[in-house]
């Protein structure tokens, strides 16, 4: 059995053009030191694959949370399709081990790398929308996106925002009530949070804890197009 059929049983999916899903894997690199054979890398299924994730995530959340308003599911959107929550997917499914990378882009750790990860799951999603349709992928997504990361509790957005922030930045993560109001019984927190010294997320709770869901969530929000190319912007605003 071939890797690439041991990683279709291992999904329960079944390509109809496999190159397609070689080509899912295939980074810049290995195209680069395989420029005489017809060799694709996976970059144009990236952006093919972020839209067709963005869609299916942005319909489940529309049909399955009907009491949330639009900043509300455009948070969680953003939690779900963030890089650390599609690093983690793409380690779960060993995707890890099927990339195929030039020869220097594997000794410098490429395989390890998050945003190359992420990038990958990008990929896939990519491909199986062009050889199944979106039925395909909303299916995909069903069984392996929405109970891994789907999970209704504040501790979602903290940590995934504290897992990108690690990753990228390296710079401290900070929450920090900036208001209290209202009676007792009836108690509104506002909390900001920031990275280094720049503030990137605010939110009002009747806790202190929902308070920091939020503004954790809008940071990842305004996080949720930062690559790895703009982390050090980001690690230099103070």
């Known amino acids: 059995m071939s890797k690439w059929d041991e990683l279709q049983e291992a999904l329960g999916v079944r390509f109809r053009t496999v190159s397609l899903l070689h080509q899912a894997f295939t980074h ?25 994730l ?32 599609l690093v983690r997917l793409a380690k779960k499914l060993q995707f890890d081990r099927y990339v195929r990378l030039g020869r220097g882009e594997e000794r410098s750790g490429g395989r390890a790398r998050p945003a190359l990860l992420a990038d990958v799951f990008e990929a896939f999603m990519g491909a199986l929308y062009l050889d199944q349709g979106l039925d395909a992928v909303k299916a995909f997504a069903e069984r392996y996106i929405f109970p891994d990361v789907l999970q209704d509790t504040p501790r979602d957005y903290k940590t995934t925002l ?23 019984h009836a108690r509104e927190f506002q909390v900001r949070v920031t990275i280094g010294q720049q503030v990137w997320g605010e939110g009002i709770g009747r806790s202190k804890k ?29």
């Open 54 to 85: 963005e869609i299916v995530v942005s319909e489940h959340l529309y049909r399955t949370r009907p009491d949330l308003p639009e900043g509300e599911l455009t948070r969680l959107r953003a939690a779900i399709v963030c890089e650390p929550s």
């Open 162 to 184: 504290q897992e990108w922030v690690q990753q990228h930045v390296g710079r401290e993560l900070h929450y920090e009530v900036v208001a209290e109001r209202g009676p007792a």
């Open 28 to 52: 810049a690199s290995y195209r680069n030191e395989h420029r005489r054979a017809t060799v694709q890398d996976n970059e144009r299924l990236e952006f093919l694959g972020d839209a067709v």
């Open 210 to 238: 929902e308070a920091e869901q939020r503004a954790a969530a809008e940071a990842l929000a305004r996080l949720q197009a930062v690559r790895e190319g703009d982390a050090a912007r980001v690690s230099q605003t103070d």
